[in-house]
């Protein structure tokens, strides 16, 4: 059993699946795989860093509200920190460190060196004004300003927050140490050092996996049939993309509701009708309401998760009617409700693997801004392809080989090269 020290002044509300005891359980399971001892595995439970920082902050209105942010760098043997920020209401320390753990295996699985790293702030930005949240995203970083640094962390965006943040966050970075310092986060604006094909990384990472699994059953793209659970950047990305690839997106859902149509839906009239109503998709032509429970389960080729994680529980798996059920989001299909998937030869294509899109590209977002040379879209996507691919097989390989699930086999590639990387550097006594 894997102790939690350095989480006991956090309790988990009762019922809720913790997404940190699941990320242990994924350790563990791959820890058992491959033998490894348990001092080597209580290392890799650990994150080396937690800071949990205070952020004061004035708001419009001449009141000052203090605010609590994390950052929780989980392992960088094998790189600096890398991970998301997010601006959420349900961001607590245990999810922000299964967040940090998992984009550790993800970045040794994809072979990019970096290790797993993850921040956060409990707020909805939706109730602040766009000074409010400069002054938020301003302080945060400056709070952090001696954790982070293009060799040491590198931030990145995530749910809530988007290019804008990362742009305030560069700038009172650079300003602190008295350069621009493009490399000090990813996922800029392409004005001060972005990368070309960001905004549809993770959607088009997605999409290549999905591609590929078909392909293993003997499928193409063209005309299968596709449920789509959100339809924010990523879940929008991924739409646009399997349109594009002669799909059938037969429901996408925000978190109000989501819509269906038989015969499938028109992506971009879709995105066009959602900007133009404030990112509601309610009342689309050609369209009937469905809720994001039933959404999980219509019947379909391809399922995917795109929003939040525990969405497929061992309360609804049984319901879950497709042949491959894609995780978009993170942790959206739960330890049981995986097993029972497998059980029906379900193909699950885990978190781990299919949203490694986002960070490969601010991989070489980061490369690029270190280098002062930036790509073209095409060589950009091409990179992320390659990369996607070759960890899809080498997936599909290590399933085959030893027998096992492709999420366990995911995570045996990923802790194993972390075990490995630890064992080679002389940091595991």
């Known amino acids: 059993m894997i102790s939690k020290s350095f989480l006991l002044a956090e309790t988990a509300s009762p019922g809720h699946i913790c997404p940190f005891d699941q990320a242990c359980s994924y350790l563990e399971a791959a820890a058992k795989e491959l033998n490894l001892n348990q001092g080597l595995l209580e290392i890799l439970s650990h994150p080396r860093k937690v800071v949990t920082v205070s952020i004061p902050v004035k708001l419009d209105d001449g009141d000052i509200q203090v605010l609590t942010g994390h950052r929780v760098q989980h392992c960088d043997v094998l790189g600096p920190y890398k991970g998301g920020i997010r601006y959420h209401p349900a961001v607590t320390l245990r999810e922000v460190s299964a967040l940090a753990m998992l984009m550790t295996w993800k970045c040794a699985l994809l072979g990019i060196p970096y290790g797993g790293g993850k921040g956060g702030i409990a707020i909805d930005p939706k109730r602040y004004s766009v000074g409010e949240l400069e002054r938020i995203s301003r302080r945060y970083i400056s709070e952090l300003i001696k954790d982070i640094g293009p060799s040491v962390d590198i931030p990145a965006p995530d749910m809530g927050t988007s290019a804008r943040e990362m742009a305030w966050m560069m700038d009172t970075y650079s300003v602190n140490v008295g350069n621009a310092v493009p490399g000090v986060v990813t996922g800029k604006p392409l004005s001060i050092g972005g990368s070309l094909g960001r905004e549809m ?3 088009r990472g997605v999409m290549i996996t999905v591609r590929e699994a078909l392909a293993d059953r003997g499928k193409s793209l063209g005309g299968v049939r596709v449920a789509i659970q959100g339809f924010g950047n990523v879940g929008c990305a991924v739409a646009e993309l399997l349109y594009e ?48 429970a039933d959404l999980l389960t219509l019947p ?8 939040l994680e525990n969405q497929v529980t061992k309360e609804n798996v049984n319901q879950v009617q497709a042949q491959i059920v894609a995780e978009a989001a993170n942790g959206p299909v739960t330890l049981e409700a995986n097993l029972a998937l497998e059980a029906r030869g379900v193909t699950v294509l885990p ?15 980061w490369v690029q801004g270190l280098s002062y040379v930036f790509w073209d879209e095409e060589r950009v996507n091409r990179e992320m392809e390659h990369l996607m691919v070759q960890a899809y097989c080498k997936v599909i390989h290590q399933s085959e080989v030893r027998q096992i699930s492709l999420r366990l086999a995911a995570y045996t590639l990923g802790v194993g090269r972390v075990a490995q990387a630890l064992t080679d550097r002389g940091l595991y006594p």
Do not use: H, M, W
Request: proline share 5%; charged share 15%; with cysteine.
């Open 201 to 203: 990384a993770t959607g």
């Open 245 to 292: 690839a002669g799909a059938k997106i037969i429901a996408v859902s925000t978190g109000a509701g989501g819509i269906f149509s038989e015969v499938g839906l028109d992506i971009p009239k879709l995105k066009v009708y959602a900007v133009e109503n404030r990112k509601s998709i309610a009342g689309f032509p050609q369209s009937v309401p469905i809720s994001n």
């Open 300 to 307: 379909c080729d391809v399922l995917i998760p795109a929003a």
């Open 351 to 365: 978190d781990i693997l299919a949203n490694a899109g986002g960070v490969v590209v601010s991989y070489l977002e």
